[in-house]
């Protein structure tokens, strides 16, 4: 069975403060897909990023940035000079590769950046 | 722009009504989802469908239903609605399965009184 957690149930920053959300997963897939999600006040998911489990290369989009290690099963996000606008609650997702390929979300993490 | 579209944004229904929640997306996808949001328990997947008439339980289905008549539409079915239905409802979709993420709807907020 698949385990997606996120430990953090609700981090507060000041404007401009980096910032980390944590993402530990569990699966016995050897080929999955990791997400993050972001679900501002109106409500509406928004995709940020897949990983597959055969790329544990960091990606950077701007001030954002993932650090994907299997060695850990840990797939983290981090926000750098974090704003205003970055309040919301974060999701971790892990999809399994084979079968219907459903996704299991983590609980969210509620980040308020405070200005 | 692509979009998944929920009918309703806020629902107020009364102890055993049959509620329908209804999902259209517009992007040719096969494989659509709904899920219930909860505090502190996340999304989970109550039905999914990789096809037209096709549906599979997620983790959840208990006293829900669903019906996927065209590919663009997925409803989710309360036969008879309880007050721990009170949910969020999260209705997605997706291309491929699941490897390019999903297309989110704003939500349904049903309040069952």
């Known amino acids: 069975a698949q385990k997606v957690t996120q430990a953090q149930t609700e981090i507060s920053v000041v404007e401009k403060e980096d910032v980390t959300l944590d993402c530990v997963y569990e699966?016995?897939?050897?080929?999955?897909?990791l997400f993050w999600y972001k679900q501002p006040p109106s409500g509406e998911l928004v995709f940020l990023i897949r990983?597959?489990?055969?790329?544990?290369q960091n990606e950077i989009s701007g001030r954002y940035s993932w650090n994907f290690q299997k060695s850990t099963s840990s797939f983290n996000f981090t926000i750098t000079a974090s704003q205003v606008v970055d309040s919301a609650v974060y999701f971790c997702?892990?999809?399994?590769?084979?079968?219907?390929?459903?996704?299991?979300f983590g609980t969210g993490t509620k980040l308020q950046v405070i200005p | 722009d692509v979009k998944v579209t929920q009918s309703s944004r806020y629902l107020v229904k009364r102890t055993g009504e049959k509620v329908f929640l209804e999902c259209v997306q517009d992007m040719d996808h096969e494989n659509m989802f709904w899920y219930r949001q909860d505090p502190g328990l996340g999304l989970r997947l109550i039905y999914f469908?990789?096809?037209?008439?096709?549906?599979e339980k997620g983790d959840i289905p208990e006293g829900y239903s669903v019906s996927r008549e065209k590919k663009e539409r997925f409803s989710l079915i309360l036969e008879s609605a309880s007050t721990n239905q009170t949910s969020m409802y999260l209705c997605?979709?997706?291309?491929?399965?699941?490897?390019?993420?999903?297309?989110f709807g704003s939500g349904t907020r049903l309040t069952v009184v």
């Open positions: 997702a892990l999809s399994e590769a084979g079968g219907y390929q459903k996704v299991t």
């Open positions: 990983r597959n489990s055969f790329d544990e």
């Open positions: 699966t016995r897939d050897t080929t999955y897909y």
């Open positions: 997605a979709s997706g291309l491929g399965q699941g490897q390019y993420g999903y297309t």
């Open positions: 469908s990789y096809d037209v008439k096709m549906k």
